[in-house]
């Protein structure tokens, strides 16, 4: 079983917005620092943004700063994604991943649980 299922992906235009959505199966991950990374076409896997254990701390790569917002409701043990702005060099499929600990960080080796990824496509 998945422990992470990832949705909202799509394709939209450049300057559209969409949500995504992480969603923790079969366990909770209410005590864990939640990430986003990304990886798009022939390019490694990159970080993307996290958020804490209680949302209190979140963090972003330089590129998707003042576009993209991470939160998190712990009572639905789901993390989002929120993307304003989107360009065509956002074009990627995104995972979320749970965090070994509670701080997070962008180092993708300190995470413990991934999901499958869901596609975001940018159209110019």
């Known amino acids: 079983q998945v422990p992470l299922v990832e949705s909202g992906g799509g394709l939209v235009q450049a300057g559209g917005s969409l949500r995504l959505a992480c969603a923790a199966s079969g366990r909770t991950f209410t005590w864990n620092a939640m990430g986003w990374f990304r990886q798009a076409p022939g390019k490694e896997r990159e970080f993307v943004s996290y958020i804490s254990w209680n949302g209190g701390w979140t963090y972003y790569v330089d590129s998707v700063k003042g576009r993209f917002t991470i939160s998190r409701d712990n009572a639905k043990n789901t993390v989002y994604l929120q993307m304003n702005s989107l360009k065509p060099e956002d074009t990627a499929v995104y995972y979320c991943?749970?965090?070994?600990?509670?701080?997070?960080?962008?180092?993708?080796?300190?995470?413990?649980?991934w999901g499958q990824g869901t596609q975001v496509t940018v159209s110019s």
């Open positions: 991943a749970a965090h070994r600990g509670h701080s997070g960080s962008s180092d993708s080796s300190a995470y413990e649980y």
